[in-house]
């Protein structure tokens, strides 16, 4: 069944390949556990041209944080993996509407 979400389409079609279920220690449930959801990772997750601004307002905003001299190394060390997994997101979203450099 499919759900829908504000940066990834969730087509949660079998409970023991979702990763927000395993994260949470559930072996089943009747819907996704919205709140732990890593679209990322999740191999039951996509992403589309529509989620593209969500993902492209995290990179922007990571980028910036990591250019603030406030921000302490170790949670730059954490945000550089951030950026990282929307850069990841934003490039493949590009390659499949055929937007790839």
């Known amino acids: 069944m499919l759900h829908l979400s504000t940066?990834?389409?969730?087509?949660f079609e079998d409970?023991?390949?979702a990763l927000?279920?395993?994260?949470?220690?559930a072996k089943t449930a009747?819907?996704?556990?919205?709140?732990?959801c890593d679209s990322s990772r999740c191999p039951?997750?996509?992403?589309h041209l529509i989620h593209r601004p969500v993902w492209q307002t995290a990179a922007t905003?990571?980028?910036?944080l990591l250019a603030s001299?406030?921000?302490?190394?170790?949670?730059?060390?954490?945000?550089?993996?951030?950026l990282d997994r929307s850069k990841r997101i934003l490039e493949e979203i590009d390659r499949a509407v055929g937007k790839a450099e």
Do not use: F, I, M
């Open 7 to 11: 940066a990834n389409y969730c087509w």
């Open 20 to 25: 927000c279920l395993k994260l949470a220690g």
């Open 61 to 64: 905003n990571g980028a910036d």
């Open 30 to 36: 009747a819907a996704p556990l919205t709140g732990l």
């Open 69 to 82: 001299p406030r921000v302490p190394a170790g949670e730059k060390s954490r945000l550089r993996a951030e």
């Open 44 to 47: 039951q997750a996509t992403h």
């Open 15 to 17: 409970p023991a390949k």
